[in-house]
C-alpha cells in the first residue's frame, strides 16, 4: 500500500492542507487504488505547503506546493508516473533539496518524516533512546551531563540548563516540579509550535528526563491557547504515553513516577514570562513576581521548579541519546549546539532552518529565504521577537549566536526572524514596540506599564512633525527610564526595537 | 476499497473546530442565563475544583461552553475555590481570551502582530473594519460579526493570518478575506451605533 504524507501542521491547514487530504482519499477511491493516508507534521519547508510526500524506493518524493485541483492530476502521476503530466509540482527527493539538505537538524529531525501519533514511528526514528540512558544514571550524573553539554536554555535568556537543574536537583522538598514553557508569545516564532504538532513525544521524553534528574514526580506544559492543533497532539501523545507507560507509575519499567498535564493561557504575552507564568499555574493574574527566590527555589506553589522552554527539554532527549560530547560539535563561542532559526514576515521561503548556532544573517536572508516575497528590497529584519532589535542591511553580516548578537546591542532570543520590504515605515514599528508594552504589560511597575503610553505619545508627536529633535529626546530619556527601571524585560528591553528602529529611521 | 488513515481520514480537526462553534451564543447580546443553566455548568465544573490551581481550567471550561463568563457564575466560582470574588473578578479581568459578553455570531480574529504586519496585516485590518462599519474590538449592531485583533497565531510564515471561527487562513489578501466572510455576513441596520465589545 501506498504511503501518502499530508501534513496536519498549523500553517499547512491554513493553507489548505485537511482539504488536500480529503481530496486525496476521494481521488484513490474513485480510482480503486489503496493508499495509506498519514497526517505527518510539517518539514518547516512552509513556502512549500500543502507538502504531499510519497514513499518510493529511492525515498520520499514530495509535491508542493499542493491545492486541491492537483489532486486528480498528482494522483495520476503517483500511480502512472509515465504520464508526464504535473511535473512541475514534483520536487523530487525531498530530502535532496537545498532548503532541507543544507540544515543541521537535531531538534527538528523528525519533524514531517514521522506520523507524530506513532509510538512505533518515534521508537523507530531513535526515540526513547535518551530516556533508556537515563536510567541507568543517578540524578548526580544527570545533571552533570547536561551542563558537560554546554546547552542554554532556548526561551531566550540563554541561561545555562544545567546549572539551573543543579539548583533544583541541591534544593530538598517532597514536592519539585517541572514546566514547561509553551507560551511561544513572539511574532515571528512557530519552533516549539512545530515541534509539538511534529513529534510530540520528543518533548515528553525530555520532560521525563528533566523530572528523574531534578528528582519531580509532576509536570505541566503551560501552552498558549493560540495552538489549538498543537494542544490536540500532544493531549493525544499524553494519553498515548500513558498507555504505553512512558508516563504514570513505573515509567518504562522503572521504579520513577512522572504525572504530565497541558494547561492552557489565555491570551496574556507577559504569561511567557517565567514567573508570570507560574503565577497563571497558580491560577492567578499573570503579572511577575519579583526574584529572589528564583522559581528553582521557590517556583510553583513555593516548590522548587524547574522550567524550561519546549526546545530546551526536546534538546535533552538527543543530548541524553547520543551524548554530550556529541551535542558540543554544534555551535561556536559559548553558543553550543543547534539554533532553530525562525525565518517570517515579508520572505519568499520561509520557514524552520535548524543550524549550528554561529550562521551569517545575511545567508539566511538570502540563500535560505531567497529574498522578500513581494519581491521588492528587503530593508530591515527584526530578530528575536517584539523585544527584539531591527537590524538594517549593513548589520547583517553578524554570526547568529548569543555573544555575538548582545555585542550588538541585539538580542538573538527564540530565534525568530521577521523580514520588512521597503515599504515599511519604521517610525510606526518603533510606535508599535510601545503600543504591544502598553498592551501586554503585567501593570506591576510604572516605567513598563506608563511609560510605554508616554512612549505611543510622543511618537505620535514626532510623527505629525511636532517639536521633533526634542520629543526623540524625550523619548530616548523614555527608553533609559524603562530599560533601567523595570522589573521585567517586557518594560526592561521595549526600548531596543524602539531605539534600532529609530535608528535607521534616521539614516534613511 | 477503504483507504486506512492513521487519523480520521477527513480530518477530524476541522470537525473538532466546527463543534465547538456550535457552542458559542449565536443570538441575542443579553447576558442572562436561567438557573437550571447555571447549576448544570456549576456541576461541571466541579469537578475540576480539585486541580492544583484550578481557576484557570474552570474558566476556560465555561468559556468553552457558553462562549463567556457571565458575570452571574463569578460568586460560585469564588466560593467553589474558597476565594474572593474580586480575586476571580480580577483573573477574569486580567487575561485577554476570557469574555464577560458572547460575541456576535461570528467571531473574526486578524492577527496584528509583526510578522503579519510586514505580509499587510494594517492594511487589511482596515479594509475589514471598512467593510464591517466597525473598529477592531466590537461587534456589528446585529450581533453579526466581532471583529478583534490578535497577537500572532504561530503562522507568521503565511500571513496576514486571519482566524475565522476558530479555522486558521493564511495569506488572507482582502480579495480572500472578502471571500471567506461572504457567507458569514447578514445584512442588518448598520447605521445603529456599535456596540463597544467589553470582551
Ligand atoms: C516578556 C517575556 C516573555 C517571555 N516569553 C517566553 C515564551 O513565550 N517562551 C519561553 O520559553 N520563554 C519566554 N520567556 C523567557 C522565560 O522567562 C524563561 O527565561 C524561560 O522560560 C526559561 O526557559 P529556558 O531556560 O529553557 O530558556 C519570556 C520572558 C519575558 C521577559
Ligand atoms: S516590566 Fe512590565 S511586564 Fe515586567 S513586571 Fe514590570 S510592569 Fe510587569
Ligand atoms: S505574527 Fe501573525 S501569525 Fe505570527
Redesign the interface.
Known sequence: ?LDIFVP?D??A???GA?AV??AV?TE??IR????????NGSRGL??L?PLVEITTEQGRIGFGPVTVEHIPQLINHIFEPDITDNTALCLGLIDQIPSLKNQQRVNFARAGII?P??LKDYLAHGGYLGLQQALTMTAESMVDQVIASGLRGRGGAAFPTGIKWRTVLETPAEQKYIVCNAD???????AD?LLMEADPFQLIEGMTIAALAVGASQGYIYLR??????H?VLQQAIDLAYSNSYLGKNIAASEHQFDLQI???????ICGEETALLE???????QVRAKPPLPAISGL?GKPTMINNVLTLATVASIFARGADWYKTFGCNRSVGTLAI??????AQ??LIELAFGANLRDILVDFGGGT?TGKPIHAV?VGG?LGAYLAASEWDIKLDYETFNDANAMLGHG?I????DS?DMLQ?AR?AME?CA??SCGKCTPCRIGSTRGIEVIDKIQQGEQPKQNLILLEELCDTMQYGSLCAMGGLTPMPVRSAIKHLKKR | MPNKSNHDANSSNATEDRITIKNLPVTSAETTISTAQLETLLETVSSLKHLPGALLPILHKIQHQLGYIPSEVIPDIAQLLNLSRAEVHGVVSFYPDFRTHPCGQHLLRICAAEACQANGARALMQHAEEKLHIKSGHTTPNNNITLEAVYCLGNCTAGPSVEINQRLHGRVTTTLFDQLTAGLITAGPINAMPRPDQC
Request: some cysteine; charged content about 25%.
Open positions: 500500500m496536519a498549523t500553517t491547514c491554513a493553507l485537511d487530504a480529503a482519499i484513490a477511491n480503486k487504488v489503496e493508499i495509506n493516508l498519514i497526517r512552509f513556502w505547503e506520523d501519533l506513532s511561544e508569545g513572539d511574532s515571528g516564532t512557530f509550535r491557547a493560540e495552538y489549538p492543533k498543537a490536540r494547561r492552557l493561557g489565555a491570551g496574556a504575552y497563571s499555574l497558580e491560577g492567578k493574574r499573570g506553589f525562525q525565518l517570517a514576515g515579508n520572505i520561509g520557514g516575497a527584526q517584539p525568530g521577521v523580514v520588512f520590504d515599511v514599528q508599535f504591544f498592551l501586554e
